[in-house]
């Protein structure tokens, strides 16, 4: 019953300064903005996810609850979200998985810039039965908007979003056997560790295991990024003039693939960028 991912959700202090920062990083501009419940709202809409910043704004129970966060973890990802068409039966999917969804909820926004607006239905799992990992499942009514390239070789989309886990067993029943997210490669190397990647629409979830790294069995986390990009060379040169600290341009583990490191202004994320193998649209 997913059919993608439809958002990740970025913690930031400064909404200002990160969306200036992910403007520079995918040459796009904004799609959507908006305020309330607590918090500031940037979104960055590519061809098959959003990401979305979220800064808190305000007094109140939500916004002291995004403080805490970031004083307790500081920036980076906080959650990510499912899209689902049927969110009646997604939810009542996850009852079943004793996932313990919360009940349904309506939401809407409107874009602070065209006055547009969006409506939703989500639910979301108690974190501690999804392994302390916030997930989020989410049926809308329509697209949104997407955002609007401002140079050339700008990112193109998500290619995969990294969680990582001490207990690879476990995960990989929660996001395969569980959540229905189709296991396209289980591989494990003695100086990577464990790789897991499940397809979701058209990018991966990839689940990581490194043992020793974690000693929790009970958390999983999530970890980073990995952008896509149609040339990485020119965007390479772009972002160098642009002033974004990058590494330099290597060969990818996948075959046939390059990429390159993004080591500031992402918001405390860990963040790739990637040109895929000829003919491989991930």
């Not at 629409?201 to 986390?221: F, M, N, S, Y």
Request: glycine share 10%; with cysteine; aromatic share 6%.
């Amino acid at each position: 019953m997913i059919t993608g991912l439809d958002h990740v959700v970025v913690l930031t202090g400064d909404i200002k300064a990160a969306s200036s920062a992910y403007q520079a990083l995918f040459a796009r501009a904004p799609a959507w903005q908006y305020g309330g419940g607590g918090a500031d709202r940037v979104l960055f809409t590519l061809d098959n996810t959003t990401l979305e910043l979220v800064a808190p704004n305000g007094e109140g129970m939500d916004a002291d609850r995004i403080r805490a966060v970031l004083d307790a973890q500081g920036e980076g990802l906080a959650s990510i979200c499912f899209r689902t068409g049927d969110i009646a039966n997604m939810h009542r999917r996850l009852e079943r998985l004793t996932l313990k969804p919360e009940a349904i909820a309506e939401v809407e926004s409107r874009d602070a810039i065209s006055g547009a607006a969006l409506s939703w239905k989500r639910t979301r799992t108690a974190t501690e039965a999804s392994r302390g990992v916030r997930l989020f499942f989410l049926e809308r009514d329509k697209e949104r908007p997407l955002s609007v390239r401002t140079s050339t070789a700008a990112i193109t989309a998500l290619d995969h979003v990294v969680i990582s886990t001490s207990d690879p067993e476990r995960a990989a029943a929660l996001y395969g056997a569980r959540l229905g997210l189709d296991m396209a490669l289980d591989r494990s190397h003695p100086d990577w560790g464990r790789l897991m990647f499940f397809r979701c629409g058209d990018l991966i979830v990839e689940v990581t295991h490194r043992p020793g790294k974690h000693a929790d069995t009970t958390q999983d986390k999530l970890y980073g990024l990995c952008w896509r990009v149609a040339d990485i060379d020119a965007t390479h040169a772009r972002l160098v003039q642009a002033g974004v600290d990058v590494s330099e341009i290597r060969t990818g583990r996948k075959p046939g693939t390059r990429v390159m490191t993004v080591r500031k202004g992402t918001c405390g994320v860990p963040t790739l960028l990637v040109q895929p193998s000829a003919g491989q649209g991930e």
